[in-house]
């Protein structure tokens, strides 16, 4: 993958494009402030960078959208991001156009389809990053990481204050974890683990979380087993507790087998049938019965009450009635006098109130007898009416009595179904126990066919860690740091950087380059001088690319170089002190190094230095020289119109 032109697209509606040669060095030499850093920053951000590291000013303030056309082997992807809003460093916007001979949109007439997350796979699965995951060794916390394109891209960019750096050596290892991520990726991408590694790395991690499950269902069975005859000599017990077993049943305790038989015959249980009737809707019925017919005696206790206490008032009446007549009947004078009622009859004097005739008397007597002959005439009915109500209450009596017995027998019934369904409770956890302990013993009788399983498992994941031996894995990728080594040494000795007669080495551990001096190893924090420390960057840069190139690694073939001159600049002005040697010594092999990789190593190249422009040779590099006032990334016309404005 290299990159064939970058564009911007303003919001005056303008287009920004700036081309590259593929397979060549691109040189863009200008003066500070002119945005030749901007250019890095563009190409990192539309392949997918987290933000928007394109500093506030002119680029940010005149441009909506940012694009890159890149090449691949038969085809050509377009991305385009669009520019963050004021006071945000990243967008969800980003568009992908992919084609044969596709070229940078005139003008900006395309809407976002995809995401950041979108373009990240698209360029990863383009540039063949196959699916691959570095599993941290035992013991480690750190996730699982997968390669990607950002991780590929470490070994692509060297930004203004990393080419010269002493204390990192790739792109954004100053980052959190970046170094880390370095360890974990860069021997993916140096193939030394192969396709089949990885496969056999994730059979791994499948079978070592089978082999943990088998290991557990096996203790579980044997936990379960629970000492073998204790367990069952228990069980026994307490199924003759809840009538599983016949307490008159021999059990010898001292065969397994036996008491094995024994438990199984138990586990043959079924629940007694509780009878499923109509009791409660009986009970009701009968409560609701009860209740009416106790209002009846109730009813027929009070007319009872009602008619004897009238029997005892007539009774009392006509004995005073009868009490009166026979006063009157034993003097039976009424019946011999005849005397003048205006008179007193004993001395014949006139009385003021005149007495009762005797007729008058008589007749009075007359109605009392018949009085007391009707009372008389009505007491035996009252009797028979009262007796027949008593009779009656008895009969109701007689049915509450019954109606009483059937409840407290229901209630009975009630109570022995609940001791029935306790009893049918307790026994189902028994056989519940029983049958968890039989099913383990049977389990058991096969633990040594799981014990196969397992050890096939065991012997399996033996056979994948001789394959995947990290001593392995770390043998093919010193071997090819060392092949890498070779170069990085011939070409330090080259541009005779410190202790250039010593070996120079890439150290994945530490993530640094080592000089092997014979007293002791030099790393490159301690190699003096910034013009070293930009040596150890080329050196290493390119001595990778050219074996990721010629192993056919899924890396972009380009390196973007920002100011790699800046050490032999003592000012911008300074011109007359800058080491003209040293720069056109760089740039010199910069050159060598990307015309022996034939066109497939693509180099851009931001610089303030323009090396040896009075030469031919170098002409002919230079895409775009802004050291003019009026030559920038962002056309003048663009801001100064609208400042007009």
Known sequence: MQIRELVLYGYNGKVRHLPFVLGQVNIITGRSKSGKSVVGDIIDYCLGGDSCNIADGVVRDNASWYGILLQFDCERVFVARKNPDKGQQTTKFCYIEVGEKIEVPE??????????????????SRLGISENLNIPPEGQSRLPLAANIRHALYYCFQGQDEIAAKNFLFHHQSDDFITQAIKDTLPYFLGAVSEEALALENE?????????LEKRKLEENRYLMGGGFERAVSLIEEARQVGLIDSLT??????????????QDAMSWTPSKVESNNAMDRLTFLQSELQKI???????????????????????YSGEAKHQKVRLESIGLFEQLNFEPEKCPLCSGKLEQPLPSVEMIKTSIKNLDKSIANVTREQPKLRS????LEQEREKK???????EVEIDGLYRQDDDKKRLQDLNARRAKVVGR??????????DMESEKQEQVIKKIEDRLTEIDSILDRDSVEERKQSVLSRIQGNMTAWAEELQLEHCDNPYRLDLNKVTVIVDKPERPVPLKQLGSGSNWVGVHLITYFALQQFFIMANRPVPSFIFLDQPSQVYFPSELDEKNIDWNEVNKMYQFIIRRTEEMKGKLQVIIVDHAEPNKDKEFYKKYIRENWWPIDKNLVPNDWYESKSQE
């Open 397 to 403: 009596q007689e049915i509450l009595r019954t109606f």
């Open 204 to 212: 791994r991690v499948l079978l070592k979380r089978k082999l943990v």
């Open 434 to 443: 029983i049958s968890l302990w039989v099913e383990s013993v049977e389990a």
């Open 385 to 388: 009416f009262i007796s027949d």
């Open 107 to 124: 003008q900006l007439n395309f809407l976002s389809n995809t995401n950041v997350a979108g373009i990240e796979q698209a360029l990863t």
């Open 250 to 263: 021999s059990v010898d305790y001292q065969d397994y087998h036996a008491m094995y038989a024994v438990l």
């Open 294 to 316: 106790q209002e009846d005696c109730d009813e027929i206790s009070i007319n009872i009450e009602n008619a004897k206490r009238f029997v005892g008032e007539t009774t009392g």
